[in-house]
């Protein structure tokens, strides 16, 4: 009986010692998952961040770009030749 309640004790210790305390096995395989999830998510935010950077130097140093995006932000035209139309849905301003 003894013997028997030795190794209770020490398959119980053994089991503390992997699965108890402050952080169990199944919360740092969960915590690995969730640390994946998220370098996934700083990678994509990165490639964000960089194509944002390219553009934003396109903007500053691309005369087309700026034409561009002024033309399309703005209404502006190239002289006699082109026309705007603008559509205004009812009800949203507008004469």
């Not at 013997?3 to 992997?18: Q, S």
């Not at 690995?32 to 700083?42: F, V």
């Not at 990678?43 to 140093?61: E, G, M, P, Q, W």
């Amino acid at each position: 009986m003894k013997r028997f309640l030795v190794a209770l004790g020490c398959l119980l210790a053994v089991y503390f010692a992997v699965q108890g305390g402050e952080y169990s096995t199944t919360d740092l395989i969960m915590q690995r998952g969730k640390e994946r999830a998220l370098r996934a998510t700083i990678d994509s935010l990165k490639h964000d961040v960089d194509s944002l950077a390219r553009f934003k130097r396109r903007i500053a140093t691309d005369p087309a770009l700026q034409e561009r995006i002024a033309r399309e932000e703005n209404g502006f035209v190239r002289s006699d030749k082109e026309l705007v139309y603008r559509f205004v849905e009812p009800g949203k301003g507008g004469q």
